[in-house]
């Protein structure tokens, strides 16, 4: 396992734009996938979007398609999502995962085995 840490959450107003980020700080050798999820209030964490270390390969929820731009920077360890149009329904905990399998399930949660402990993400004005 890896320990991964976020940052670069915050406050952004609808339509604006923020980046949130991940490192790896130990090798990240055996990763497969790093992925991005997001939990709100009262609601189920959900994927979206996951890049395959090795390939830079991108996948995304179908309501990020458009928006969002996950890139990884390999020698940096370090994954980033890029989130442009944020709207109020993308408040949420952020949450940074790591994929060790090779599977392509990249969406499903349970496939992920390090995570980091979320950064909040509030759109609003």
């Known amino acids: 396992q890896v320990h991964l840490e976020e940052s670069g959450g915050g406050l952004v107003q609808p339509g604006g734009s923020l980046r949130v980020s991940c490192v790896a700080p130990q090798r990240t050798v055996d990763v497969s996938a790093v992925g991005w999820f997001r939990q709100s209030p009262g609601k189920e964490r959900e994927f979206v979007a996951a890049?395959?270390?090795?390939?830079?390969?991108?996948y995304y929820a179908d309501s990020v398609k458009g928006r969002f731009t996950i890139t990884r920077d390999a020698a940096k360890e370090l994954v980033h999502l890029q989130m442009n149009s944020l709207q109020a329904e993308d408040t949420a905990v952020y949450y940074c995962a790591a994929k060790f399998d090779s599977g392509s399930d990249y969406a499903i949660e349970g496939t992920y085995t390090s995570w980091g402990r979320g950064t909040q993400v509030t759109v609003s004005s």
């Open positions: 890049i395959r270390w090795r390939s830079a390969r991108t």
